[in-house]
């Protein structure tokens, strides 16, 4: 391989800068919360913002040190929490869905282009694979510690009630996106 394409796989100083930047925006949407079985928070909005405006590679970046800081112990989660017992809690899917849905946003970017409905498509989609994994960690969390659980018990808990204030969310995204992207180089 040529050092010119190693050197294009790494890093530049302004990509560890706009993740660290985007990083602590997730970390203040985490703390924008009200406390619910799942917490609702403006947490998806950051990881959309990232991806949307860092494209693929820098915003999954973001959304990786945002999770990493959290696990070790750093408060960027809802009511400042963090540490790995906030990750591997019931509701620690869905935080660890962060990263796959910027990683499904990345594939989409990476295979369909950056175009705006290609976007607010890619969002959808990583929204709907956070979701998944998200329900499917907490239904068996919480089935080993505290009993039965129906799925639909668990989608009515952590999914359907956040389904419209995401899709509002995925559409300020957009919008945001549109308006920013072209400063964000």
Known sequence: ???????????????????????????????????????????????????????????????????????????????FNGGVGALVGTTGGYILGFLLCALTMW??????????????????????VCYCFGTAWFLILYTQTTGPVSLGTVLGWCVIPFIGPDLIKVALALVLSARLRRHVA
Not at 9 to 23: E, M
Not at 47 to 55: D, E, I, N, R, W
Not at 113 to 128: A, Q, R
Request: with cysteine; aromatic share 8%.
């Open 107 to 128: 594939t989409v970017e990476a295979a369909l282009g950056k175009s705006l409905p290609i976007l607010g498509l890619s969002m959808v989609l990583g929204l709907i």
């Open 1 to 79: 391989m040529e050092p010119t394409a190693v050197a294009s796989k790494r890093f530049s100083t302004r990509d560890l800068v706009y993740a660290a930047v985007f990083t602590a925006l997730m970390a203040v949407c985490a703390w924008i919360s009200i406390p619910t079985t799942v917490p609702f928070t403006l947490q998806t909005l950051g990881v959309f913002l990232s991806v949307g405006l860092l494209g693929g590679r820098r915003g999954s970046l973001a959304v990786f040190v945002y999770l990493l800081l959290g696990a070790v112990g750093a408060p960027v989660f809802s009511g």
